[in-house]
């Protein structure tokens, strides 16, 4: 069990498999599977300064297809820097270095070099981050390369919510971005996204594309390793051509005329499922038509029959499994606390013959003479300070440990508990309602005059004091 601890400390995967759909064509009959991709991706930290990171990735779209090998080192130059190597192969084949230094404890940079091995053009980068508060930052990255841009960022995460926006500015392109999430509870959340966007040609200005997209979803923690996502998505392409002579443009209306096999136009549902570092993606092209009854159904009715299951199935089962999880979790505690109860037991009777020495000489001598003490649920021995007359003994929230506490009087009449120590650790104590805070519950008689004293589970406690008398 260690040694797979202790690799899995080392070694970390990652992987995504990506099945692409598409109605329309399955009823045209050229199957539902459009395209796949697949990456995967090993991290492994070599010693604390030096990490590995192996990955590769295929993809098949129709009759084509293509992948890559990518390989990256990195290095901790100091506790304020770093640097990273690249090397990949296949279609997009390159090396590059890149080095991020933290600027200040609010601001980081990092810049990086790569060069093309299939037409050796260079692509520099420059990325600075901030810290604008403790919930919020923002980012502002420049590239110079065969696609020149700018990007600037923003983001905020909340324990509920979270948010964050893009806009980049590119030699060929405009594109801008905006997410929202909010979790209704630990296990179920709810995101927006939206993306506006526009292409055209730099050498050309008579034509160009616009972009709209819109997401709406939600996801829920089906267990600690595992999660499930459905997304809605419309996207609207609006493409225009001009006559550089007349200057006249056409314009598909509003989008509305069916692409054939480019763009992102059309209604989409989305399926994501992660388990752990792996994910399970399927885009579901339904249509490429943006009927409004069409487009309205495809998001009221998958929504409306996640609540009717939500309601008449998913909510009862997990309320029943946690109902018997409580049940098993409650009757494994009850033998562990009758186990604990029944070693305190054996070791006060152990303690017994002594305490009960210890006693008689202190009671001679007007010492330390514990006369009732009791340990257990903070709830019920506070209870005491009201209600004196009451018998708490007999609950199972309690522990009487009179016995114990009389055994560890030492021969100069007095008592010492140390402070930061638990005391259900204490030989003849046990903890008799685990889960709750502890409370330890003393009345004790020096010198003819009575007192009594509460104490927390890891308080000190030394008696006899003034302070503590009746």
Known sequence: MKEREKVAAHFQSSGTILANMSLPRYLNGNGLLRGMAMTSEIQSQLSKHNAVTIGGNLAVNGDEGGGAATAVFRHQLSEVSSVEVVASAGLRALIGVQTTRNLSSHSAATMGIAMSLKDGSLNLSNLWTRQLSETASGHIELTLGPHSSVTVGWQKKERRRSASGEVKFGTGSFETSVHYTHRFSPKSLGCIVGRVGRQWDPTSICSCSSSLEVEV????????FSSVRWLYIIGIQISHKSNCTSHQSTTSILGLLPLREKGKQGISWKFELYRGGQKLIIPILLTRNLNPMFATGAFVVPASLYFVLKKLFIKPYYLRRNKQKALEEEEKTSAQVKEARAAAEKAQKLQQTVANRKRNKQLETGGLVIMRALYGNQRIVNNLKS???????????????????NFLVNDSGQLKLHEGVKKSGIMGF????????????VEYVYAGNQYKVWAGDYEELQIPQGSHRI
């Open 387 to 405: 209600s004196s007359e009451t018998s708490f003994e007999s609950t199972s929230e309690v522990i009487d440990v009179t016995i114990p506490l």
């Open 217 to 224: 979803g939600g996801g829920r923690k089906l267990s600690k």
């Open 430 to 441: 046990c903890d008799p309602y685990p889960g709750s805070p502890k409370e330890l519950y």
